[in-house]
């Protein structure tokens, strides 16, 4: 059951608020931020008006909620391949037998659903207040299905979390053919269908539970996409007015599988096919024209910042995996919206605002790139990517979506401003309220009716038993034990 809003005018204070002016945000030392029935009436200091509550945070940033992007909503498996390499060797790509013996789903439709439920408490537990959720196609039969994303959409209603939803679907995808030989196989009326399956969804849930659930269409990867599919979907982003988030421009290897594909760049096929507008997110963007080792002679952040579309920059999980933006000042100039995704457990978006940071100065953005760059980016950044003017800042009139970083653990360090001491000291651990839409869907790091301890057992649970399926579905069939070896020999108690 969804919680209700909180009755009469609520009024927060702490010694620093996320205020807005002219379109950009400002720092408000002991400011005050009123709401009543899920809008924002006031942001400022000394407020005439009376109010039912006053709860004064203390030591404490109140800021807008968090825009993720590129969210979370599986059980991660990043850590399975954080040591144990390459990929096609270790199951992260799926065997010529396995495509021939036909690919199943390795979860449940209520594990399917439960997940949804899990990493969306995750979320709300980070400060993310808006999340666009993503999934591995890795673990699946296909695609992502209507029944998942219906308990996806209850799941969100109930704990109040405001989504992007939208079903994941493919053309393709990759498969090992042979020793570090990768192959793809594709079945464009499988992709086409689910599509169609995307679209229904999109007309049915759209703008429901309160206006909370809102809908996205989510074609997987650039790579796994044919032209047709790619086109079509920009047919139906055009006539239901929906985002679309289609991963592209995130490794050499797709890069140049498009390259030989279609004889063009994945930005230049974007734009023969009119995906592109500002309707479209972008996730990861790092591999473009003249960055990270892509030699192919394209315009393509001209292509990019022409057409509209934006990035959702994820930085922790592409450092994870070696690579970053060349220079996050280059794409912030050339106006194109960079808003923040987490796309790995946790969705830790402090952790990511402070990898962004990190990356973009050792790409040699030096001070041109700054604490607030990052801060805007994943507020306002996600909003303008979104084509929201009422969320990402705290202003009267904006939705009050809300995030309550507390400042006065130890290990937050001495404080000078408090944007920039989080990105030096910060983590999602110190979220300790969180509102969205008027309701306080998390206080004091407690979410209403969620035990973190039972979900975190059920979860683990999950995960083992996804993790022992995976011999038949890795190249040449070796054991668990073979495909994930531990960091450090285990010796047991009888050895």
């Known amino acids: 059951m969804m919680s209700k809003r909180e009755t ?23 400011g005050e931020v009123v709401f009543e029935d899920g809008e924002i009436l006031f942001v400022g200091h000394g407020f005439p008006g009376e109010v039912s509550q006053r709860i004064d945070y203390g030591a404490a940033l109140i800021g807008p909620g968090f825009i993720d992007l590129d969210a979370l909503s599986d059980l ?3 850590v399975l391949g954080l040591d144990n390499q390459p990929a096609w060797q270790k199951g992260r790509i799926w065997p010529k037998s396995y495509m021939q013996a036909g690919p199943r789903e390795m979860y449940t439709s209520e594990e399917l659903r439960w997940q949804k439920r899990y990493a969306f408490t995750r979320l709300i537990a980070n400060g993310i207040t808006t999340a666009l959720p993503i999934a591995s196609l890795f673990y699946r039969e296909w695609g992502e299905t209507w029944d998942e994303f219906t308990g996806a959409a209850e799941a969100a209603a109930d704990l109040g979390l405001r989504v992007y939803l939208g079903p994941a679907y493919r053309s393709g995808n990759t498969y090992v053919k042979g020793a570090g030989d990768i192959a793809f196989h594709f079945d464009e009326a499988r992709g086409l269908a689910g599509l169609a399956e995307a679209r229904r969804f999109c007309e049915t849930f759209e703008n429901t539970s309160d206006g909370l659930v809102r809908t996205m269409l989510a074609p997987d990867r650039i790579e796994t996409c044919t032209a047709g599919l790619l086109r079509e979907t920009a047919k139906v982003v055009r006539e239901l007015d929906v985002p679309v988030r289609l ?21 230049q096929l974007l734009d023969s096919l009119g995906f592109l507008s500002p309707r479209a997110i972008l996730p990861h963007l790092t591999y473009i024209s003249g960055a990270n080792g892509i030699t192919h002679n394209a315009p393509d952040l001209d292509i990019l910042a022409d057409s509209g579309a934006a990035l959702a920059h994820c ?22 919206t960079i808003g923040m995704g987490t796309d790995t457990h946790p969705p830790d978006m402090i952790a990511n605002m402070q990898v962004g940071l990190i990356t973009a100065r050792l790409a040699g953005d030096g001070a041109d790139v700054s604490s607030a760059d990052l801060y805007t980016a994943a507020t306002l950044g996600g909003a303008r990517a979104l084509g929201r003017d009422d969320l990402g800042h705290l202003s009267a009139g904006a939705r009050a979506d809300m995030t309550v970083i507390a400042l006065d653990d130890p290990a937050m360090g001495q404080i000078i401003d408090p944007i920039q001491t989080i990105l030096l000291n910060g983590s999602g651990r110190d979220v300790h309220t969180v509102v969205i839409d008027g309701r306080i869907v998390m206080r004091d790091g407690e979410i209403s009716g969620v035990d973190h301890s039972a979900m975190r057992e059920q979860a683990q649970a999950q995960f083992d038993g996804m993790k022992a399926q995976y011999p038949d579905r890795t190249f040449g069939h070796p054991p668990v034990d073979a495909i994930f070896a531990p960091s450090f020999p285990i010796r047991s108690a009888a050895q």
Not at 318 to 332: C, E, H, T, W
Request: proline share 6%; net charge positive.
């Open 8 to 30: 009469g005018r609520t009024l927060m204070t702490a010694d620093w608020v996320v205020g807005h002016e002219k379109g950009a945000h400002v720092l408000l030392p002991r």
């Open 76 to 78: 991660d498996t990043t």
């Open 315 to 336: 930085p922790l999980v592409m450092a994870r995996g070696g690579s970053s933006l060349q220079s996050y000042a280059r794409y912030r100039d050339r106006g194109i």
């Open 247 to 267: 991963h592209c421009c995130q490794s050499a290897f797709e890069y140049n599988s498009v390259v030989e594909m279609h004889g063009i760049s994945p930005p």
